[in-house]
């Protein structure tokens, strides 16, 4: 695992399980954490999560994107919101290929940390 830095505070996490090869963009948000922009997830939400914390040793304060749950079971939607849960994400912005059960899912398990995700969102994170 390496650090691929673009600017100060803005890293990817690289090439990330494939095929279909992604990557995931980690924001550090000072006195917050991380905060992670993903595609669709095809490597598993929770395990991008785990692996941007792994790489940057920091917590993860939030995560916007797509999470790659459409046709999900239950126990698959259990261990993501465990993951989210297990982390201490503060917010929760899932957007396409989410799915709409997927989504009252995690509004109705995750509370206030679930924030609805759609497309011209504008997401500000001020000081705690």
């Given at each position: 695992?390496?650090?691929?830095s673009?600017?100060?505070g803005?890293a990817?996490?690289?090439?990330l399980?494939g095929p279909?090869?992604?990557?995931?963009?980690?924001i550090y948000v000072a006195h917050?954490g991380l905060?992670i922009?993903t595609?669709?997830?095809?490597?598993?939400?929770?395990?991008?999560?785990?692996?941007a914390h792994?790489?940057?040793?920091?917590?993860v304060?939030?995560?916007?994107?797509?999470?790659?749950?459409?046709?999900?079971d239950d126990?698959r939607l259990?261990?993501?919101?465990?993951t989210?849960?297990r982390y201490?994400?503060r917010?929760?912005y899932p957007?396409h290929?989410?799915?709409?059960?997927?989504r009252r899912?995690?509004k109705?398990v995750?509370?206030?940390?679930?924030?609805d995700?759609h497309?011209?969102?504008?997401?500000?994170?001020?000081a705690p």
């Amino acid at each position: 695992m390496s650090l691929k830095s673009l600017f100060p505070g803005i890293a990817t996490t690289g090439p990330l399980y494939g095929p279909p090869y992604e990557q995931a963009l980690m924001i550090y948000v000072a006195h917050r954490g991380l905060m992670i922009l993903t595609g669709c997830s095809h490597p598993g939400i929770d395990k991008i999560i785990e692996y941007a914390h792994n790489l940057t040793g920091l917590p993860v304060y939030a995560v916007i994107g797509g999470f790659h749950l459409v046709g999900a079971d239950d126990s698959r939607l259990r261990e993501v919101a465990l993951t989210f849960k297990r982390y201490g994400l503060r917010e929760v912005y899932p957007i396409h290929c989410t799915g709409d059960r997927v989504r009252r899912y995690f509004k109705e398990v995750l509370g206030e940390v679930y924030e609805d995700g759609h497309v011209g969102i504008v997401v500000e994170i001020g000081a705690p």
